[in-house]
């Protein structure tokens, strides 16, 4: 793959993007190119062929470049520009919805010397992929361009067909990778994964948002046996063209798509370099230059390339994700499976704590037992199954899990919050002071620690350190009823009534539901009446 090695050294640039333009004719549900209007520093013919003709001047080495939009056949010189690309022994590639290609585009395309078309097609069904493509012809126009294609361009013609994983389609995509499967004008169908609009993921839960509601996968099981039966496919042969380490990590970016964007390593970027529709130059997501005042070669050489390029090399939060390296930079099947029970180990333990957070709890323990069958002294995977036996009411064997998760590995704090909780269901509050006690000595803001501390200390009747908890809790959560009674019962516990009154009341405003809170109202009023005489 070539990624380990020495970033400050620099190769030649071996793929590009070159964006001719943001604008597009459809109005697709997961992308907002179509709001793009015309720009009047848009990218000229000139100036792409600037960009290609001095990548020519040092690049030696094959080079591909995807010609991408927006919609690239919407720009009349797109084809002019993949002719020059292929005049310089380059191989040119352009990604297309195949809305304008009929039968005369067909014969410009065959004889521009393009070398791969890569066509979006998102289900056989023609009203998913209208929906989603925001037409009522689109998918009529895609059929019929495949005809023209194969007619005019035959086999000179990659021709491939490009799908994003979504919930409109996740019932129809097995479908779809069996037909082109049998059509001998395609060579294969890529899959992607489903992307915020822009090239860097920055906004936190963007597949939250009401935008993305009907695309997001609901059902994560349904999209895991989707993805593995993707994977048997290619196993067996089908032209996927995805690495099974690219599908793979779809499962991880499906269930944590903010923190896998945010921790996935960059891998190929030392060799990729993009022209945007404005002229800007990008290596890996940071702007070099623009082709309209500077040069490219001394660019791809310098120091401010080099120092991307250290960003490149980083490991660790401080590193960025590009959409690119989601896409493109996976290694091979051959180095993936050198790799692949590490990775495993990291997806069941993942796949765990993401069903225990949504309590599906017996989901959760398959995950984690299949970490241990892999990795026995995984502490986190014993962690895990204390906390989903903990929450199912199995206490002795919660107690089991975080015994042994205490003798693997470093003290944590997740062990003695987790062996607090079982002393604390046992009514051995002193015992689970002291294991809530260890878990702050190690993180001082573990939430439960304190929440386990102030019961305790409540049962213990300690009133002051109780109170001292849970006031420390309601600085975080303010309107929690739960602890306004908890320091309501402590407080009259010290026959403070006054202010036990003032915290059940306030429990009660919060959610007047609670009926124990009027009945302690009432007992502390009368308690107050006989404290005064």
């Not at 692949?340 to 309590?359: A, M, P, S, V």
């Not at 386990?452 to 006031?471: P, R, T, V, W």
Request: proline content about 3%; glycine content about 6%; hydrophobic content about 35%.
């Amino acid at each position: 793959m070539g990624y380990k090695k020495n970033l400050l050294q620099a190769g030649n640039p071996r793929f590009c993007d070159i964006v001719i333009t943001n604008r597009c004719l459809l109005k697709c549900k997961m992308c907002k190119s179509w709001q793009c209007g015309p720009q009047s520093n848009e990218l000229t013919f000139d100036e792409a062929k600037k960009f290609v003709q001095s990548l020519s001047e040092f690049v030696k080495e094959p080079l591909e470049i995807n010609v991408m939009g927006g919609e690239p056949l919407w720009k009349d010189w797109c084809l002019d520009l993949c002719s020059f690309i292929s005049e310089k022994g380059f191989k040119s590639i352009i990604s297309t919805n195949a809305y304008l290609i009929d039968e005369d585009m067909a014969k410009r395309i065959a004889d521009s010397g393009l070398n791969v078309l890569a066509i979006s097609l998102e289900s056989l069904n023609p009203n998913t992929h209208n929906y989603l493509r925001g037409k009522d012809d689109v998918f009529s126009k895609v059929m019929k361009a495949i005809e023209y294609l194969e007619k005019y361009c035959g086999s000179n013609l990659t021709l491939t067909i490009l799908t994003i994983i979504m919930e409109k389609n996740l019932d129809e995509i097995l479908e779809l990778a069996e037909w082109v499967n049998k059509n001998k004008a395609l060579q294969n169908i890529s899959f992607l994964a489903l992307l915020e609009t822009g090239l860097v993921q920055e906004r936190h839960n963007w597949f939250k948002s009401q935008t993305y509601k009907d695309l997001w996968p609901q059902d994560t099981k349904k999209l895991y046996q989707l993805i593995d039966e993707l994977i048997r496919l290619r196993r067996n042969g089908y032209k996927i063209w995805n690495p099974i380490s690219q599908l793979e990590a779809f499962k991880e970016y499906y269930t944590e798509p903010d923190r896998f964007m945010r921790e996935t390593e960059y891998r190929i970027h030392d060799y990729i370099i993009d022209l945007d529709e404005n002229g800007s130059i990008y290596l890996s997501g940071d702007v070099l230059g623009n082709i309209r005042g500077d040069d490219l070669k001394e660019l791809w050489f310098s120091e401010k390339a080099n120092q991307i390029r250290r960003k490149i090399d980083t490991r660790g939060p401080g590193k960025r994700c590009c959409v690119i390296n989601f896409i493109c930079a996976f290694p091979s099947d051959e180095e993936y499976m050198d790799k692949r029970h590490e990775k495993n180990i990291q997806l069941h333990q993942k796949l765990g704590f993401y069903h225990k957070d949504l309590k599906q709890f017996d989901s959760a323990i398959n995950e984690f037992k299949k970490v241990l069958d892999m990795a026995p002294d995984s502490q986190h995977a014993r962690i895990g199954l204390g906390f989903c036996y903990f929450d199912q009411g199995k206490i002795e064997d919660a107690f089991n899990e975080f015994n042994q998760a205490s003798n693997l590995g470093p003290e944590n704090e997740h062990v003695h919050q987790g062996l607090g909780s079982c002393y604390q269901h046992k009514k051995q509050f002193d015992k689970a002071v002291d294991e809530f006690k260890k878990a702050l000595a190690l993180n001082p803001d573990n939430y439960y620690a304190h929440q386990g501390l102030a019961y305790c200390y409540e049962s213990l009747k300690q009133f002051d350190m109780s109170i001292s908890e849970f006031n420390w809790m309601l600085k975080i959560h303010p309107n929690n009823e739960h602890y306004h009674m908890g320091l309501g019962c402590c407080y009259e516990g010290l026959r403070q009534f006054d202010k036990a009154m003032d915290e059940f009341k306030q429990a009660l405003r919060i959610n007047p539901s609670i009926e124990c809170a009027s009945r302690c109202i009432a007992a502390c009023s009368e308690s107050l009446k006989q404290q005064r005489g």
